[in-house]
Nanobody, 125 residues
Framework: QVQLVESGGGLVQAGGSLRLSCAAS????????VGWFRQAPGKEREFAAA????????LAADSVKGRFTISRDNAKNTVYLQMVNLKPEDTAVYYC??????????????????WGQGTQVTVSS
């Protein structure tokens, strides 16, 4: 079992930056792959980025490639999502999720076992 808490969201203007944090507790976090997903009102939850337990393998959605960077600090039990050049279409609730056992970090929400409550990111024009 693992508990996840997101933080770092807020209101920024287009072109600005934010760094989201996903803090974990309750288990050995380094054993888990972690993904970031986002969900805008009225839309399905979509994949943003994921990172393997070692940090050596990362994935990113085409919509955020080159702008979002996922990283982790296992000593701090934390995964980060550094977001730069934010756009209004990035506005969403951002969730982190964890899973254990996949060979590669998955892109699909149903493959994750644990979820945080989300943090709101709002990007104004």
């Amino acid at each position: 079992q693992v508990q996840l808490v997101e933080s770092g969201g807020g209101l920024v203007q287009a072109g600005g930056s934010l760094r989201l944090s996903c803090a974990a507790s309750g288990s050995i976090f380094s054993n888990y792959d972690v993904g970031w997903f986002r969900q805008a009102p009225g839309k399905e939850r979509e994949f943003a980025a994921a990172i393997s337990w070692s940090g050596g393998n990362t994935l990113a959605a085409d919509s955020v490639k080159g702008r979002f960077t996922i990283s982790r600090d296992n000593a701090k039990n934390t995964v980060y999502l550094q977001m730069v050049n934010l756009k209004p279409e990035d506005t969403a609730v951002y969730y982190c999720a964890a899973e254990h056992g996949a060979l590669n970090p998955p892109r699909w929400p149903h493959e994750y076992d644990y979820w945080g409550q989300g943090t709101q990111v709002t990007v104004s024009s």
